[in-house]
């Protein structure tokens, strides 16, 4: 059997491998933006391992930081001894973070970065709810899963979320702000919550938001009822949205970020970054992973942050990226932040049938919005302009 066919045959269902298509590409190189097939045939990935490969693929400064970890020997240590690849990785994130951020928390996933934050505001609080909202995504594992908002998602594993988390409405522009933030506080007034967690920007469920005065007033909320806040940053982080952060374009100052994916934009890595009152609460051993700060993945971390501010990434997505993409996918139902793009195409039969054809086209795309009823467009923040300008003008062809 073929690598396809050991996957088909060992690999649990519940994976996404052959969502999409029963025959999926086998890639076995990637260079820049493309990914390449055995007999060398190249597709443009504007999926980029679900938002996370910023850098596109096989991006020199991530080899390289990658092979100096390799060639220590030392591939792994566990959480109890320091590590000068984990050092020099906190350096470098700390001066990129919001100053009132003084401590980091590592782990492996976003989930994992999720559930880290949750864990820490019932600690510090002393409370047990959570207010999340409506279309938020923030991962599979029970925490996480207990505050996305999809009911596909959480059927059957609703007795664990229930008693302590609750839905408000999440305000996509200015003119739902109001209503929302009453909605807000009369649950803020009812009972008292350990933390509310929240995304500037919804990226997985169509590229929602930001409202800046709802994400204001939210904040303002938090502090009168003495609620934590927890900005969900695993999707929009390091670029995507065209900032550092996606709750910088509000000015927010939240309690605790979450992040992943454009964090190493390689390996599996995330953290939550808080304040020090916050991520000092607890003690030696009340929350750890075996592998979280593993040196490689630092390493590549570490990289592709110093990547990020040498080549001036995060610029190139907000003015070069997003308006590239605005007038490409002008007159199209669209919605265009940083280096995302999402289409609305009215059904989640509609959008796999898009997704279908663009991989006939050798164009990898990906699926979002609420139903799945959203084409997204993903592409690294180091593109070429022409590639991806070319790329949308054949989508169009086959909408």
Known sequence: MDAVEITRRFETTAANTFKLSVHPPLFVKGEGAFLFTADGTPYLDLVGGSATSLLGHGHEGQKKAISKALDSGILHTGTRLPSPF?????????KILPAHLTRIHLANSGAEAIETAIKVAMKKTKRRRIIAFSGGYHGRTLGAL???HSENLRHGYEPWSSPWVEFAPYAKIDHEAGISLAKLENRLKSKKFAAIVVEAIQGVSGVLGPSIKFLQGL?????????????DEIWNGF???????AFEKADLEPDLVTMGKGLSASLPLSAVA???????????????????????????AKATVETLVKEKLIVRAREVIEPLMKSALVGLKSRVIGAQAAIDMGSNSSSVELQNKAMDLQILVYGGGQNGDCVMLLPPL?????VLENAILQLRKIM
Do not use: C, M
């Open 239 to 245: 670029g995507r949205s065209g900032e550092w952060f």
């Open 274 to 300: 808080g304040r020090e009152e916050i991520l000092t609460s607890w003690t030696p051993g009340s929350h750890t992973s075996t592998f979280q700060g593993n040196p490689l993945s630092v390493a590549a």
């Open 146 to 148: 207990a505050i996305t």
């Open 86 to 94: 984990r050092a020099e990785f906190y350096e470098a994130l700390a």
């Open 382 to 386: 180091n593109i070429a302009e022409d």
């Open 219 to 231: 904040e303002k909320l938090a502090k009168t009822y003495e609620t934590l806040v927890i900005l």
